[in-house]
C-alpha cells in the first residue's frame, strides 16, 4: 500500500468577473492521481499555475479540495473530521519556499520549533525542550542559539529552523513546496543535502514541489509533471528525462540551459494544438505514464 | 582582446557607510567590455555584482557611495561626468534592463507610451515619430499584433511580455551596452528560453555588447563570451566562458559550479 495515495484529486476556484458576467471556473487542479511509496522522494514539477502547489496544500487540506480521495495509509483525510485531521497531521508535514515570511518574526526561534510540540500538547516542559534542541542539531543549527529571533538567521539558516519545526512531530510525509528554491546556490546545495540525509535518517517520503527541473533530476526518485492543471507525464526519473514524451515535458526539458556553452541548443516549441488536453493518463513503457 | 573596450572599469571601488562601520560592497573590480561581447558577471547574494551595475551608471543610492576607480566609456571617465552629461548616457548609451519588469513599468502608462518616452527624452524621435518607432521596436521584440499592444497597460501583459518591454525601451535609442540584472530570473522556464534567444537576436543584429549579471550557470553557459566571478566585492576569477566552466581555477568558482545541480546525473 502506498504511504500516499492521491485519487482524482480536483481543486476549483470561482472567480467572479464582475456584476453581469458569470463568474469564471478556474480549475487549478484537474483530476490528478499519483501515489508515492514509503521512504520515496517524488517531484511533482511544473510552471507557474500548473497546479502544483495547490496540489501540496490540498493533500493537507490547507485548501479544501473540491473534489477526489487523498488516501493516507488507506484513509480518505478529506472525509476526516477536524479532531481526526489535526492528528493526521502529525504525519504530514510542509516546509514552505519563503524562509522570511514563514517564520513568526516576534517568536524566538526555538518556540517556533516547539510550537507544533505545544499544539498537539506532546510531552512536558522539558521533554519538548530537550526534543527543541535534538532537532536543532538534527538540522546542522547551534542549539545555543535558541533564544535568538528569525532575523538574526541566514536565508539557509532559517530554512532549517523551518525544516526543524516540521520535523518536531515526527512526521511520515514531508511535503517540500519549493523549499530551497529562494536560496542561493551553494546554500542550496546544502539544504537539499540536509533533506537527503534526513530522508535516510528519518526514513521520510518527500513531496517536492519544484520548478527547478536540473534539482528535480538530481535527487527525486519519480517525477510528476503538471501543466494547467493536469499530470501530463510521470514515471522514474530517469526514464521520464531520458524520453519524453509529452509536447509539453519535451518543450519543458528543452529550455532548461545546459551547462555547456557548447551543447547544441534544440528549443522545442510548445504547440498546444498537438495534443489533446483532455487525453488521460496511459502506461507507455514500465511504470512510465503520458497523457498522449 | 584586440579591440579597443567599450566599457573599461579600473579599480573600481564601493563603500556602504553604517552606523557603526563601513562595509565595502565592491573591491577594486577592474573589467572590460569590447564592443558586442557579452561578460557574465556572477556570484551569490550580497556579492556585490548589482552594485557593480548600478555604480557604473551612477545610480547607486546612500548610504552607497563610489569612492575610487573610474569607469571608462567611450573615452570619457563616467565617474567624472557632471550629471546633466550623465543623464546622455543612461537610456541613450548604456540601458538598464531590471529582474522585476512590473516594478520597472509605469504601471498607468500605456507601453507604447513609455517606449516613446525613452526615445523623447533623448531627443532621439519627436512625437509622432516615437509612436511608429515603438511599433518597430514591439516587432523587433517580437509581440504579435504591436500595433494593438502598444495601446496596452503593463498589467495586461504576461511576465515574458513585460520582460520583452522593457528590452524594447532598453534598445530604443541604440546603445552599444546593455546592463542586464538578473533578467530572466522572475521567468518560467520556457519563457526564460524564448528571452534569451531573443536576447542572443538582438545582440547580433544591433552588435550589442552585454554586461549579464546572473547567478544562474545555465544562462551564463548559453549567453556569456567571458565571464567574471564576484565574492564578497571582489573579482576571484575571470577569462573565457568554457574555460570557467570546464577549467576553473579558484576553489570558490570550482564550489560554486559543484553547487550547481543537474550536473550529476549528466557527469
Known amino acids: 500500500m502506498p504511504l500516499l495515495d492521491v485519487r482524482g484529486l480536483v481543486k476549483h476556484f470561482v472567480r467572479t468577473q464582475g456584476l453581469f458576467q458569470p463568474p469564471a471556473i478556474v480549475k487549478a487542479v484537474d483530476d490528478v492521481t499519483f501515489a508515492i511509496e514509503e521512504g520515496e522522494m517524488f517531484g511533482l514539477v ?108 541566514s536565508g539557509g539558516q532559517r530554512q532549517r529552523i523551518g525544516i526543524a519545526r516540521a520535523l518536531a512531530l515526527n512526521p511520515a510525509l514531508v511535503i517540500a513546496d519549493e523549499a530551497v528554491s529562494a536560496l542561493d546556490v551553494s546554500i542550496q546545495a546544502q539544504v537539499v543535502q540536509l533533506l537527503v540525509d534526513l530522508q535516510r535518517r528519518l526514513k521520510l517520503t518527500y513531496l517536492f514541489i519544484a520548478h527547478d527541473l ?24 530517469r526514464a521520464l528525462f531520458a524520453q519524453p514524451s509529452h509536447p509539453y515535458t519535451r518543450a519543458l526539458l528543452s529550455a532548461v540551459p545546459a551547462l555547456d556553452p557548447d551543447a547544441p541548443r534544440q528549443r522545442i516549441e510548445l504547440d498546444p494544438s498537438s495534443f489533446n488536453r483532455e487525453a488521460p493518463l496511459r502506461e507507455i513503457g514500465s511504470g512510465h505514464w503520458a497523457a498522449i | 582582446m584586440t579591440e579597443a573596450p567599450l566599457l573599461d572599469v579600473q579599480d573600481l571601488t564601493v563603500s556602504f557607510a553604517g552606523a ?37 551608471l551612477r545610480l547607486l543610492q546612500p548610504p ?74 514591439l516587432q523587433a521584440v517580437k509581440i504579435a499584433d504591436p500595433v494593438r499592444r502598444v495601446r496596452d497597460y503593463p498589467h495586461q501583459l504576461s511576465g515574458g511580455m513585460r520582460q520583452r518591454v522593457m ?48 547567478h544562474d550557470f545555465g544562462v551564463i553557459a548559453e549567453m556569456a563570451d567571458r565571464v567574471a566571478v564576484m565574492l564578497k566585492g571582489r573579482l576571484v576569477e575571470e577569462g573565457p566562458v568554457r574555460q570557467i566552466l570546464r577549467d576553473p581555477r579558484h576553489d570558490y568558482t570550482r564550489s560554486l559550479l559543484a553547487a550547481v545541480p543537474g550536473r550529476k546525473a549528466r557527469g
Open chain 2, 64 to 137: 552607497g557611495r563610489i569612492t575610487g576607480g573610474r569607469v571608462m566609456f567611450e573615452g570619457r571617465d563616467l565617474l567624472t561626468l557632471p550629471e546633466r552629461d550623465m543623464r546622455q548616457v543612461r537610456g541613450a548609451r548604456i540601458s538598464l534592463i531590471f529582474q522585476e519588469p512590473m516594478t520597472a513599468l509605469n504601471p498607468v502608462m500605456r507601453v507604447g507610451d513609455q517606449i516613446a518616452e525613452a526615445l523623447t527624452v533623448h531627443g532621439m524621435a519627436t512625437r509622432a515619430d516615437a509612436r511608429r518607432r515603438a511599433i518597430e521596436l
Open chain 1, 214 to 237: 536540473r534539482l528535480v533530476e538530481d535527487i527525486c526518485t519519480r517525477v510528476a509533471v503538471m501543466y494547467l492543471g493536469r499530470i501530463v507525464e510521470m514515471g522514474d526519473t
Open chain 1, 46 to 153: 511544473g510552471e507557474s499555475g500548473s497546479g502544483k502547489s495547490t496540489t501540496g496544500r490540498c493533500i493537507l487540506r490547507l485548501l479544501e479540495p473540491t473534489s477526489g480521495e487523498v488516501l493516507f495509509r488507506g484513509e480518505n483525510v478529506l472525509a476526516f473530521s477536524r479532531s481526526r485531521m489535526r492528528l493526521a497531521r502529525r504525519d504530514m508535514q510542509i516546509i514552505f519556499q519563503d524562509p522570511y515570511s514563514s517564520l513568526n518574526p516576534r517568536m524566538r526561534v526555538g518556540d517556533i520549533v516547539e510550537e507544533p510540540l505545544v499544539i498537539h500538547r506532546l510531552g512536558s516542559k522539558d521533554e519538548r525542550r530537550a526534543r527543541v534542541a535534538e532537532l536543532f542539531e538534527l538540522v546542522g543549527l547551534e542549539p545555543g542559539h535558541l533564544a535568538r529571533y528569525p532575523h538574526e538567521f
Open chain 2, 20 to 56: 557603526q562601520s563601513t562595509v565595502t560592497a565592491v573591491d577594486h573590480v577592474s573589467f572590460r567590455i569590447a564592443p558586442g561581447e557579452t561578460l557574465g558577471l556572477v556570484g551569490e547574494s550580497g556579492s556585490g555584482k548589482s552594485v557593480t551595475a548600478f555604480s557604473i
Open chain 2, 167 to 214: 528590452i524594447a525601451i532598453a534598445l530604443a535609442c541604440r546603445p552599444p551596452l546593455v546592463i542586464a540584472d538578473e533578467p530572466t530570473t522572475a521567468l518560467d522556464v520556457t519563457i526564460q528560453a524564448q528571452v534569451l534567444d531573443l536576447m542572443r537576436e538582438l545582440k547580433e543584429r544591433f552588435n550589442l555588447a552585454l554586461l549579464l549579471i546572473t
